[in-house]
């Protein structure tokens, strides 16, 4: 009688252990306007559909010339983020660089953002007029014109800081042009002068995104809105950049093109609202 | 006498999932299906198929991961009341990105698996007597050997850097298992509960630990010469989140239950089987992951 009692209850305790099942229901919390939480922001740096892993020779460009990638950096700023009731939260003087050879530098956060639906994301490539004629005691973090080693993102003699650069290697370049078939594309000029210099041409750029699911910030969600970074726009943008042609690009008269490229390399991918 | 013979031809166990869950997209449990039970040991060949979809939300990075394993699997009796299960598999298994139809495959060893169950009880074994119902209890456990590749590359284009897609978990785990087995005349029911605890690997990451459970029913009949044995139950997985160096992803785990239907048949000393799961209910990865249906068949010698 004993044994048949444990049978039975090691029957239902197993029976029981199928019933159970962890569902956890999800429902949008209700909007507290009080409260606020971060947003980050992921730049993942892409070739076409491929990763982007630096001093490989694995791409093609439209014009059929191979390359290899060997820096990326860019200058984000300006970020706005719009609400699906249409009003934006701007988060002005936050300047940040993304660097491709330093994975913490790809995921921004914002802090103190309000409670809402965010719909849209806004931002600037570069750095904007106003902030690029402060006095250099206000440019300070990634802005310290000291702060870039070897891997200059200033230009001391010319128009402020390179907004945007990649530079790498292809064999369709002439060793005539490079004669280690190198590139270099620097973007540059916000459109001011330096030191009563003519002005530049403006190759600021903004850049507004929808998010294909909107990021949902309450006092527990804190979302990660995951850019997709296409390198290969550089090239194969509105503009088709050859790199047997276009392989020096150091003037911003000459960078508009570039751009006008690149403004188009951005797309959100997807958003996570996870539960904190 | 000639039921006890027949009951061990064909009493059937369940256990849960094994060797592919740590690379089947961190869910790809895979249970045993009905095996041939009883003294008997045996060595046979398991095919199993399974796939996911996932990264469902992404627009660029949604993609199906497809696992086929072969498996080398045996039991064998070296005290009478104690088995020993070994699970060998080898997969070949690839991923395709949904946007680009780019694929990266996957080949090599899995992680081999070690079990060892004690009869607890067996009405079988215990006694000749005639009964109406019989019970059979096996209780032990085993290890999940790190003998699969684990490789987390994010520089490297010919690796897919995702822990999920991997040839095995690169730790070694310790698994517990309980098995019921009941039969009235031609009917017969299996329930199994499997524990699985996870250690974290060299790389520092470590899968969640899992909690599988199955039951289902059987019915025995012959076609000729042969004894036929349809079947349909339920499988259930869960799974924690895992977690790298320390960090939890929330995005990892989950449960996905399944209904199971397949037909076994045995000839003398062979035994063939095959299985179909379908998923029914799931919530993997925080969604972001969907099993699709799956298949299992197998070979079998028993000695």
Redo the contacts between chains.
Sequence with gaps: MR?AYS?SC??S???A??LF????K?TDDAIDPNATNSVAIEFENRV????L?LG?P?YKNAAGEPFALTKLNYFISNIALRKEDGTVQQFPNQYFLIRQTD?QSQLITLKDVPSGNYSDITFTIGVDSVKSLSPVAERVGVLDITSYGDDGMYWNWNSGYIFFKIEGTSTAIPTTANANQQFGIHVGGYGGGWNGSPKTVNNLRTVTLSM??KATVRSNIAPTV?L?VDALKVFDGPNKISLAKTNSVHMPAAATPVADNYKTMF??????N??Q | MKKYIIWCLIMTLTVPALACDLCGCSNGGSFFGILPQGHRGFVGLRYRYNSYHS?L?????SSREQFRTAEIWGRFYPIKRVQVMAFVPYQFSQQT?L??G?TTPLQGLSDITVLAHYNV?NTFMDTETDRTIN?N?LAGGGVKLATGRFQYN????TDV?NPNFQLGTGSTDWISN?I?T?RYKNWGLN???SYRITTKNPDGYRFGNR?N???SVFYLTSLGSRSVMPNAG?F?E?AGHDSRQGEVN??TG??A?YLNVGTEVYLNKLSVGVSYRKPV?Q?LS??ELRANAQLTTHITVLF
């Excluded at chain 1, 076409?48 to 990763?51: A, C, E, F, S, T």
């Excluded at chain 1, 797309?267 to 996570?272: E, G, I, S």
């Excluded at chain 2, 994010?154 to 284009?157: A, D, H």
């Design positions: 044994l049978y090691l029957v305790t197993l029976v252990s199928l099942i962890s569902c956890s999800e076409g559909d491929q990763k892993v490989t694995a994975s294909p699911t995951h997709l797309q959100v991918d997807h958003v996570h996870d539960k | 990264h939300g992404s627009q660029n990075l990105m946007k680009s780019l009880l019970h209890l994010e520089n490297s284009l850097a309980l019921y009941a329930a199994d509960v909690l459970s199955s039951a339920l259930v869960q929330k995005q989950g449960y239950t209910m919530h925080d969604g």
